[in-house]
């Protein structure tokens, strides 16, 4: 395989003409890779993106393959996918209001120009799904939020609305099937491009605990941090360091890594009904 591109997280490969997108155990925070890998981690959320991209085809059409016909060096942890030209969005839909959204909207009383109503505190659900967009940066910069005329001028107004459409109506299906199994999604972020022959197709990852805030339904409380089953354990760890959010950064406890993995490893099995055997 011929390495194209390595990324926070994951490798991007070009093999027999297709890419191979393979992820690793890394974690990442505010945008810096941590040093200290989550085992399994790469596996976990290649497994979990392939069954929420088989839950999600009808919605809106995506990158894969084969999850089986990869190289065997990065077997269970790689998607074998067609080539897309990807868009230069981060798409991102908010069902709850939390982490840098909710830091916009106690600034703005809105996120990506989004007006939301008064009075709302952190885990708030918000009256109807968000489309809040930002900027996809390189590694070690941070992201930025958009507004839906920044990625108009950015993309044009129909790949806007397509994406819009796209990134809503796949949150609506994942909170939808996650709050079947007793979990609510307070947020997600997806990555299109285009096909050879123009059409919008999803790609990277979906719905993993890297890519989304999932939090047990039954703790649910409005007005103050979640428990989560993604790596804000990490994230809050991290707070807690007097680290300044810059790389390098810290080393990452093992109690933390492996109550990171547990997280992980009960977030696949609560939404797949798989146990992962890794």
């Known amino acids: 395989m011929e390495l194209l591109h390595s990324g926070k997280v994951r490798e991007v490969y070009l093999d027999r003409g297709d890419i191979v997108l393979v992820a690793s155990d890394r974690v990442s925070v505010y945008d810096v890779v941590l040093p200290t890998p989550i085992p399994d981690k790469g596996a976990l959320l290649t497994q979990l993106s392939l069954w929420w991209f088989g839950k999600s085809a009808d919605v809106v059409d995506n990158h894969v393959i084969s999850g089986t016909d990869v190289p065997d060096g990065v077997a269970g942890r790689a998607i074998r996918c067609r080539r897309l030209e990807m868009l230069p969005v981060e798409c991102i839909a908010r069902g709850y209001l939390t982490g840098l959204g909710l830091k916009e909207y106690q600034r703005d009383g809105a996120v990506s120009g989004v007006r939301l109503p008064d009075g709302l505190v952190e885990g708030s659900k918000l009256p109807e799904p968000i489309f809040?967009?930002?900027?996809?940066?390189?590694?070690?910069?941070?992201?930025?939020?958009?507004?839906?005329?920044?990625?108009?001028?950015?993309?044009?107004?129909?790949?806007?609305?397509?994406?819009?459409?796209?990134?809503?109506?796949?949150?609506?299906?994942?909170?939808?099937?996650?709050?079947?199994?007793?979990?609510?999604?307070?947020?997600?972020?997806?990555?299109?491009?285009?096909?050879?022959?123009?059409?919008?197709?999803?790609?990277?990852?979906?719905?993993?605990?890297?890519?989304?805030?999932?939090?047990?339904?039954?703790?649910?409380?409005?007005?103050?941090?979640?428990?989560?089953?993604?790596?804000?354990?990490?994230?809050?760890?991290?707070?807690?360091?007097?680290?300044?959010?810059?790389?390098?950064?810290?080393?990452?406890?093992?109690?933390?890594?492996?109550?990171?993995?547990?997280?992980?490893?009960?977030?696949?099995?609560?939404?797949?009904?798989?146990?992962?055997?890794?």
């Open 132 to 278: 809040t967009p930002t900027t996809k940066a390189p590694v070690g910069e941070h992201d930025e939020f958009m507004t839906f005329d920044d990625v108009v001028a950015l993309v044009g107004a129909d790949t806007a609305a397509e994406l819009r459409r796209a990134t809503l109506e796949l949150y609506r299906r994942g909170a939808e099937l996650a709050a079947a199994n007793g979990i609510l999604m307070a947020d997600t972020k997806f990555e299109f491009g285009r096909a050879a022959d123009g059409a919008l197709v999803l790609g990277d990852e979906i719905f993993t605990s890297d890519s989304s805030r999932y939090w047990p339904a039954v703790d649910w409380e409005p007005g103050r941090p979640q428990r989560s089953f993604d790596k804000q354990i990490v994230r809050d760890w991290a707070n807690g360091t007097g680290w300044d959010r810059r790389p390098p950064g810290p080393e990452v406890p093992a109690e933390i890594v492996q109550l990171a993995r547990s997280r992980y490893v009960e977030l696949y099995e609560r939404i797949t009904g798989h146990h992962w055997v890794g």
